[in-house]
């Protein structure tokens, strides 16, 4: 591992741009201004910050999948939900997202910027942005020494060409079609071109929903509240954790869950004993079986529902925390009959009617409007040019056929059938954070690109980890782009054995790693990079995954790489 990078100019004193200003583009930006970087410019193209919780992408009745305090960052408290309970609301991610905004990052941010194209500079130092001010409509060429990109991977629409805007329009389907990621501004049109289902001599065609994840889900459930006849089609439905009432916080908010997932390296003895032998693997299968059926009967759905056509929680990352179950909830309304499910079934295209869609199987369904919960393609393709993203690492590469890393823990027996694509591509970014191919020039990160569901917490422990590296810290690095990439070749082969059904390479800008069940052995692994103290919940060798993970565990990290930094120094003028 290459242990510094001597850098020719102290890069505090040079320019950086982040793009976005999610939660990851935010923490980031403050990040670097406490170390010293004084030139830290944010750009956006929304009219506001928040990212995927900017004001213009929140809709009413949205709620997060995660409990309160896991997406807040040390910096800022998060106020208790507006809604009561555990569960923040759109509204409250976006009152806490420009609270942080106008108080950390007063002047730094440039919204309405939108991000033509980005090279490097022909001296071969330093990046070059095309950039358009969407007020305005005026051009220009911004020049910075370096860039964190932090646009993630839910901005991007991922549209099926078969059931396009334009596919509707040729196959004579003139009502509307459009992406989930526009829900919020095309609402009150939605609503006002469909009526209720009780109204009298309304067209009772239903809105159909496309997809099965947590947006589908919220978007039905706002439907059928508003009093919308609404179908779902989809392949598979998340998989959701529920029960009668809340999960304690020992549970809930600790490692517990992580205990009962495998990483690549097993660092305690009840990890070990649970992923390497027999009885760990009953113990193990016994608890994830026993989550998902708990909370299929939490939601009192029938054994024959379609509902429970999810994905398995231990094999996937589309895992929703539903809490207690409430009676507006997606589930309870599908379980009641408000919102017609059909699944497994694909979408396929538009009726010859004008008024219907075609499923795989022939069937046809009547349509007054069509949501397309599709999903997202990295949003890092319209920002770099082909020539660019392959100079710099961007682009996944072909898969190994014959992978040389194989893990044998018996946990990881039974897995569902690879993906098609998981099984063609790989992910080149160092750690969800670095391009492998450019790991030595420290000029260039990503953040947001690791899942987590306590997401504030990793992509805070990212950032630091990002500004060492950019500011040529001592750490744990490869030492050549090779051997960058031999790691990733590693991670790339964990991944698809741990989740075989995500093709994680591609949308590398939101699944550039998978941490999620494991997100802690994650972070510990970061820290470890910084070498600085990991797994900081505390508790001894049998009470440590019961101890509540707190994000003023991490509110000393500047300090802690400062001291460290110091040190550094203080031993090389001896």
Known sequence: MAPHTALAHDPRSESIVVIGTGVAGLITAHTLLRDGFTHVQVLTRDAHVGGVWSRDRIYPGLYLNNVHGEYRLSSLEMPPPSAGGDRLTGDDMVQYMEVFASKLLEGRIQINVEIQNIRRHPSGEGWLLDVQDLRSMAKETKEYARMVVCSGGCSTPRVPEQLSSKAAADAGFTRPVFHSMDFGPKLSDLLASVAPEHDVGADLAPIVVVGGGKSAQDICAYLANEGRKVTMVCHNLDAFTAGPKPLPDFIR???FLSLFSPHTHLRTVLERFLHTTWLGKRIVDFMWHGLAESSFQAMNIPKDSPLRNSVLPYWHTRVNDEGVPRPNSFHALAVAGKIEVHTPAHAVGYGEDGKSIMLDDGR??????????????SSWSPLFDEKTAEELGLNPHRAEATSTYHWTYPTLADAPP??????KWSSSIY???????NILRRDFAVNGACVSPNNGYTVEVASHWISSYLLGDEMRLPKTPEAAFAETEREAAWLKQRYPEIPTALNASLTGDLAFWTWPQHVDDLLDDLGLPNMRSGGNGLTWPFKVVD?????????????KRARK?????R
Do not use: C
């Open 253 to 255: 908010k600790s490692r």
């Open 364 to 377: 046809t369904l009547p349509a007054s409007a069509v949501v397309l919960a599709t999903g997202y393609q």
């Open 418 to 423: 690879l993906h098609p694509d998981a099984e």
């Open 431 to 437: 750690r969800g954070l670095v391009p492998a191919k």
């Open 551 to 563: 994000l003023k565990e991490i509110q000393s990290l500047k300090e802690e790489r400062d001291a």
């Open 569 to 573: 120094q203080n031993l090389s003028r």
